[in-house]
């Protein structure tokens, strides 16, 4: 069923953009305020911290700005904060994709301020969560204030999606955005993260890569056993190591029957546009001790693999005495786990397939497969109108060509918008390179945030043309 249009009547009115940077450079002190009072209010849904609190605080602030509120709940998980505006003067909508909680601040003692205190010094804010997410998500709110209180209109219609899982994964969202399928219809959507580079470049980003997460387990004997057993009884760390062995090759090659199938190859254009991403990888080998990345890749080539290659990793595995000095034991269980990062256009259902129907074949049928969270990879492609708009944008306020990247070597709910509601979507926000998001002492430039701000007044601007 088609959603229902906004059938308000057209009204023409011109919306200086001018005077909406001159409200926010006016009102950027109280902006702050707000923005110190979200960060110390804990929100860390790793523990269940504070999360109640932080989405009442989120739909008062909504409210304050005039937006009208709604809370979205599913069977379980956290509520999603919904706000929208309808403008008097055009149909378009534009959706912002936003989350309020944040990551478990630890360790704590290698923060500077307490991580939930605010805390303005050097010009910065500190605080967990201050850039990811709650500083883009004010900067949005307050644009779309500005607008308000000065025409006491917005040019397009705007909808806000806050959800309070993304740190976690978002295991709850799908049945909330599939049940609010015309409620979160729009032309297109700004999704939370972003920022400028070393240089002062705003960054774009228009994709993530999907992820899956499985455990795989393999039984020997009931119990351990002394390891003068060995002849005689089987060692599930040693079926363990043969089944990754059937994973992947030492070149890094994937070896699951199809794996890469449906792996679309990236465009020219996107290729080309990684020429612009400054990709230190120098810096980077340098900062984890190593000497060469896989493959002995550096450059672009390695910029290259690092967003468009799909991974299979061993996060971490298990199994027999670990401790101290030695003991001539014979486990009875083995447990590994691992992660798929996936591109365009794999999808995690089928991947998990095939890793069972792979191990299956190469004669692993006993092992057990546990499937954990999964996310779909999502990409709008880099010759979308609304890209250009946004990167337009983000020239005209940071006096610098956006560098654009075509996909992230993240993963989020992206897909659920993209790939479910079909708009268009970019990341981009108002974090800076020293922002230490998910890291101790994370913070956000003051300056950052009111430029932020104003770029996200300018794209509201720019997208009702
Ligand atoms: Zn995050």
Redesign the pocket.
Known sequence: MACPKNRLMVVVMSFDLGKVYSYIDEQAEAFVKDLVKLVKQPSVSAKGEGIVECAKLVEEMMRDAGLSTKILTGQKGNPVVYGEVKSKSSRKTLLFYD?YD??PPEPLEKWKYDPFSGKIAEGKIYGRGVT??KGNFVSRLKAVHGFLEVFGDLPVNVKFFVEGE??IGSPNLEPIVKAHKCLLSADAAIW??GGTDRHGRPELYLGLKGVLSVELRAKGALKDVHSANAPLIPNPAWRLVWALNALKSKDEKILIKDFYENVRSSLPEETECLKNIPFEDEEMRKELGIKYFLKGVSGLEALKALLFQPTCTINGLISGYTGKGSKTVLPHEAMVKLDFRLVPDQKPEEIFEKLVCHLKTCGFEDLEIIKYGSTEPAKTPINDPFVVLVAEAAEKVYGKKAVIYPLSAGSGPMHLFRNFLGYPIVSAGCGGPESN??APNENLEIEGFIKGTKFIATLISDFAE
Do not use: I, L, R
């Open positions: 989350h944040v990551q990811d997410n993304e740190e939370e993260f998001t998910h």
